[in-house]
């Protein structure tokens, strides 16, 4: 797919479209779920959404990249705190959710839901 031609406008959307792990293409190029942007009545660029079982797997690159190191290599804490932005970000919704990120941080499910639990309680206890 190409992308969209060079205009400031998609310059200052791409940081967005990268970070959600979608995909720019030219307006043209639309079909179906596509999200076509306008700006200043003319159609700029399009962005293809990534499937939801895609986007777990992208949030979870970017944390790596965010850490510097692979997640199971990250402290107890630092992993907890994994978790949370994970369960802030619907990561949990997606089925074998649970599954993917213990795999990922090198935990089991159980590890992963004891780290859920006390973030339920400690906002319980507020």
């Given at each position: ?31 179906g779920?596509?999200?076509?942007l306008s ?22 690159a ?12 990250l402290?107890?804490k ?8 994970l369960?802030s ?6 089925r074998?959710?649970?599954e ?11 590890t ?12 319980s206890?507020?």
């Amino acid at each position: 797919m190409t992308e969209p031609v060079d205009h400031p406008f998609v310059r200052a959307v791409k940081p967005l479209v990268d970070a959600m792990g979608a995909q720019m293409i030219a307006p043209d190029q639309a079909s179906g779920d596509d999200v076509v942007l306008s700006w200043e009545g003319e159609d700029r660029m399009a962005v293809r959404l990534p499937h939801l079982s895609d986007s777990l797997d992208h949030i979870l690159a970017e944390l790596q990249r965010r850490h510097g190191m692979p997640l199971s290599e990250l402290d107890r804490k630092t992993k907890q705190s994994v978790v949370r932005i994970l369960e802030s970000r619907g990561a949990f919704s997606v089925r074998h959710g649970v599954e993917t990120v213990a795999a990922a941080l090198g935990v089991s499910r159980f590890t992963v839901y004891n780290y859920l639990n006390r973030e339920s309680a400690a906002k319980s206890a507020e």
